[in-house]
C-alpha cells in the first residue's frame, strides 16, 4: 500500500499507524511523523494560515517522490497525507508514516519523504499575521536537507 | 488557447491576468505580458520560478498545443 492522500480534513494518528502496522504481519517497524503549523513565521506569531496546492500536480509529485523511496529501502507500505486549505496555530498539517520489515529502512524513508515533499511537492502556505496576509518563503535549510540524499545515492 | 495558472505568491501579481492567452511557447507568454503586467513578468523571471505544461516541468522554449495548462510555480513551502 502506498497511500497519499490531500485533504482539507484533519487526520486521526492512531487510524494512520494502525493502517500501516495491519498491512502483514511482516511488518517489524512503523515510523510515523507528523508535522504541525508553528504559531510563528519570521518571529512574528501568526493568527492563521492558507495552503493552497496544484491539484492532480501534487498528487503526481508526492507518488514519484514514494516510488523513489521504495527504490531505495525495503518498504512494506507508505501513507502520506497533506492538509490544505484555512488552518489555525497547533493544527495537524502533514502525516508520513513508513512500514517496513526492519526500523532503518522506515526511519530513513519517512525522512526522506518529508525531506523531498518540502522541497518538490507543490504546496504553498499563506499566513495570516496582524491582520496581514503574506506567503512564506522558502528555506535553504530544506533544500539543504533533500540535497542531502543526493549526494547519498546508493 | 493556452490556459494561464499562477500559483502561490504570483497570483498576486496576476490578479488582472485573463485565464487565457494566445502563444507558442512560454517565453512568448511571458513576452505577451509584459506591457501590461510589468511586475507580474518580473517575479516570473526569477530563476528560482518553474514552468509546467500540463503538469510536467518545461523550459521557456517548450512548444505549446492549443489547450495546454502552463503553470507558473514560486519555490514550493508545504510540509
Known amino acids: 500500500m502506498n497511500s497519499i492522500r490531500i485533504q482539507p480534513d484533519d487526520f486521526d494518528l492512531t487510524h494512520e499507524y494502525q493502517q500501516l502496522r495491519e498491512l502483514s504481519s511482516?511488518?517489524?517497524?512503523?515510523?510515523?511523523?507528523?508535522?504541525?503549523?508553528?504559531?510563528?513565521?519570521?518571529?512574528?506569531?501568526?493568527?492563521?494560515?492558507?495552503?493552497?496546492?496544484?491539484?492532480?500536480?501534487?498528487?503526481?509529485?508526492?507518488?514519484?517522490?514514494?516510488?523513489?523511496?521504495?527504490?531505495?529501502?525495503?518498504?512494506?507500505?507508505?501513507?502520506?497525507?497533506?492538509?490544505?486549505?484555512?488552518?489555525?496555530?497547533?493544527?495537524?498539517?502533514?502525516?508520513?508514516?513508513?512500514?517496513?520489515?526492519?526500523?532503518?529502512?522506515?526511519?530513513?524513508?519517512?525522512?526522506?519523504?518529508?525531506?523531498?515533499?518540502?522541497?518538490?511537492?507543490?504546496?504553498?502556505?499563506?499566513?495570516?499575521?496582524?491582520?496581514?496576509?503574506?506567503?512564506?518563503?522558502?528555506?535553504?535549510?530544506?533544500?539543504?536537507?533533500?540535497?542531502?540524499?543526493?549526494?547519498?545515492?546508493? | 488557447m493556452i490556459n494561464l495558472l499562477f500559483f502561490g505568491r504570483l497570483g498576486d501579481f496576476a490578479k488582472d491576468v485573463p485565464a487565457t492567452i494566445q502563444a507558442s511557447t512560454p517565453a512568448e507568454i511571458r513576452q505577451r505580458l509584459s506591457a501590461d503586467y510589468p511586475a507580474l513578468v518580473k517575479e516570473l523571471s526569477q530563476p528560482q520560478v518553474l514552468i509546467s505544461v500540463n503538469q510536467l516541468i518545461v523550459g521557456w522554449d517548450q512548444p505549446l498545443a492549443d489547450g495546454s495548462d502552463v503553470a507558473f510555480l514560486p519555490p514550493v513551502t508545504g510540509g
Not at chain 1, 508553528?38 to 493568527?47: L, P, Q, V
Not at chain 1, 514514494?66 to 497547533?90: C, F, M, Y
Not at chain 1, 526511519?107 to 518540502?118: C, G, N, R, S, V
Request: aromatic fraction near 10%; glycine fraction near 6%; hydrophobic fraction near 40%.
Open chain 1, 26 to 154: 511482516t511488518v517489524g517497524a512503523v515510523v510515523t511523523f507528523v508535522g504541525l503549523v508553528r504559531d510563528f513565521e519570521a518571529d512574528s506569531t501568526i493568527d492563521s494560515l492558507s495552503l493552497q496546492h496544484y491539484p492532480g500536480m501534487t498528487e503526481t509529485l508526492l507518488q514519484e517522490i514514494v516510488d523513489q523511496a521504495n527504490k531505495r529501502w525495503n518498504l512494506i507500505g507508505s501513507s502520506v497525507v497533506h492538509r490544505v486549505g484555512e488552518l489555525l496555530p497547533t493544527d495537524q498539517i502533514v502525516f508520513v508514516g513508513v512500514a517496513s520489515q526492519h526500523r532503518a529502512d522506515a526511519f530513513e524513508a519517512a525522512q526522506f519523504i518529508m525531506d523531498y515533499l518540502k522541497t518538490r511537492a507543490t504546496f504553498w502556505k499563506r499566513v495570516s499575521q496582524d491582520g496581514k496576509q503574506s506567503w512564506v518563503e522558502s528555506k535553504d535549510s530544506d533544500a539543504h536537507a533533500t540535497a542531502r540524499w543526493d549526494s547519498n545515492n546508493d
